[in-house]
């Protein structure tokens, strides 16, 4: 009898103790469960509310190209107009100037145009001072005069007005030139909705349309003020703008020039 209850007893502690054991079979794998689908939904959650992201930058360190047209006749002098200039503030009409008469250089860190991390780079505030630098790398020992006139047969026209372009513009530049002798007569400059340009917005662009003036088409390079859309952190006139001056003033054959940093 002794050994019937002993027995009973041994059986029903061992079904005890596989309910235990599948019990805590079941409770692992619900935890592994739980976190999995914790895991799962922590990534969901992560990928709605932060989209990844990803970029690269190219560093070109030589070989923008720099396109230029026709050159003007050799001459000492030009005459710029201002058309509308009694509708705008001094200091916007200052701005113009500044962008054109200017003999400032700055220089800039190559690592803030895509130039390489080491060195600065020299640029020209104005035209003026860019001008007279490619005149003495010509060997010419005279400045260009450059003058601001009432005259309606100035060589440069720069009209003011507030219309939009139907284009989307900000500045357009229209020159007649001599097909023949591959030269610039006069040249026309617009810049549209004048009254809505900052001082600064204003003498960007105008430092851009006289470089078409000048005889520069457009860069290849976007952190060059002749890009197509201006977009550089250094809105001024590079070595490279003139280098291909220097290039088409020296009797460059080819329209266009490579730039090296």
């Not at 005149?135 to 005279?142: A, F």
């Amino acid at each position: 009898m002794d050994d019937y209850v002993k027995l009973k007893k041994s059986l029903r502690n061992m079904q005890i103790l596989v309910v235990i054991v599948i019990g805590l079979v079941v409770f692992s794998f619900a935890i592994d469960f739980l976190v999995v689908q914790k895991t799962v939904t922590t990534i969901e959650e992560n990928l709605q509310t932060k989209p990844l992201k990803t970029s690269y930058v190219v560093q070109n360190l030589k070989g923008d190209a720099m396109e230029t047209w026709y050159a003007w006749q050799p001459r000492d002098k030009i005459e710029i107009k201002i058309v509308g200039e009694n509708n705008y503030p001094t200091d916007k009409i200052d701005a113009i100037k500044r962008a054109i008469l200017s003999t400032e250089t700055i220089e800039i860190d190559n690592n803030l145009v895509f130039k390489g991390d080491e060195g600065t780079s020299t640029y020209w505030i104005g035209w003026k001072g860019a001008v007279d630098h490619i005149r003495e790398k010509r060997g010419i020992e005279k400045p260009l005069d450059i003058s601001f006139t009432d005259k309606d047969e100035a060589d440069i026209i720069i009209t003011l007005t507030n219309s939009k372009s139907g284009e989307g513009l900000s500045g357009i530049t229209n020159s007649l030139v001599n097909d023949e002798a591959q030269t610039i007569l006069r040249s026309f400059i617009t810049i549209y909705e004048s009254d809505k340009l900052s001082n600064e917005h204003m003498e960007i662009i105008i430092r851009h349309e006289f470089g078409h003036v000048a005889g520069l088409a457009h860069a290849t390079a976007p952190e060059d003020l002749m890009y197509p859309v201006i977009q550089t952190p250094a809105p001024y006139i590079s070595e490279c703008d003139v280098d291909a001056l220097l290039h088409l003033y020296t009797g460059g054959k080819t329209s266009q020039v490579i730039c090296e940093s």
